[in-house]
């Protein structure tokens, strides 16, 4: 059965940083693409960023440039995102989920979400 | 970026009876593959979303056959042949064409 199980949410002061973590489980993850999505409640669901197998195709929303850093540990298990200059509207929950085949980025599993919320 | 209009915003469905639920793209999602990437996610009271619908109409595994996708280039369809209490929930659909993936605004399903 495949599991996802992100972590390294929390409350973060605007212009912070945050990591998060998504352990993955029951599948072969070197194998996986991997994507982040985040729920807002104003916007809905959105998509942050993905990233290929091996750590290439890399791609991010346009409000990730530059203030967010998608990467994985193949050894680990374990997908990350690295956030920063974080402001009120990053303020979501964050999804990982496992792309439903090389090439695609839509995710086909997701975790359960870890809540992020940037307030001062 | 693709626009992803989901239509209506909300359904209120008595069980045993139909329901469905319409997304409209502002451009084809068809790609040079021969795919059309167009997805159906659930998401249930308190959970994260699940994949119902990949590629306009191929059921993900365990996705009950009362669940059915159709549609092409820019119109599709997410039908449920006989609303049950299990599927109250956002229904969203979603475009993997091209970054960024866009999804649409959600419908509400509830039961009467």
């Known amino acids: 059965e495949v599991q996802l199980l992100e972590s390294g949410g929390g409350l973060v002061q605007p212009g912070g940083s945050l990591r998060l973590s998504c352990a993955a489980s029951g599948f072969t993850f070197r194998n996986s693409a991997m994507t982040w999505v985040r729920q807002t409640s104003g916007k809905g669901l959105e998509w942050v960023s993905r990233i290929g197998d091996n750590g290439d195709v890399i791609a991010y929303a346009e409000f990730a440039k530059g203030r967010f850093t998608i990467s994985r540990d193949n050894s680990k298990n374990t997908l990350y995102l690295q956030m920063n200059s974080l402001t009120a509207e990053d303020t979501a929950i964050y999804y990982c989920?496992?792309?439903?085949?090389?090439?695609?980025?839509?995710?086909?599993?997701w975790g359960q979400g870890t809540l992020v919320t940037v307030s001062s | 970026d693709i626009v992803m209009t989901q239509t209506p915003l909300s359904l209120s469905v008595t069980p045993g009876q139909p329901a469905s639920i319409s997304c409209k793209s502002s451009q084809s999602l068809l790609h040079s593959d021969g795919k059309t990437h167009l997805y159906w996610y659930l998401q249930k009271p308190g959970q994260s979303p699940h994949l119902l619908i990949y590629e306009v109409s191929k059921r993900f595994s365990g996705v009950p056959d009362r669940f059915s996708g159709s549609g092409s280039g820019t119109y599709f369809t997410l039908k449920v042949s006989r609303v049950e209490a299990e599927d109250v929930g956002v229904y969203y659909c979603m475009q993997s064409l091209q970054f960024p993936l866009t999804f649409g605004g959600g419908t509400k399903v509830e039961i009467k």
């Open positions: 989920g496992r792309a439903i085949s090389r090439g695609v980025t839509a995710p086909d599993s």
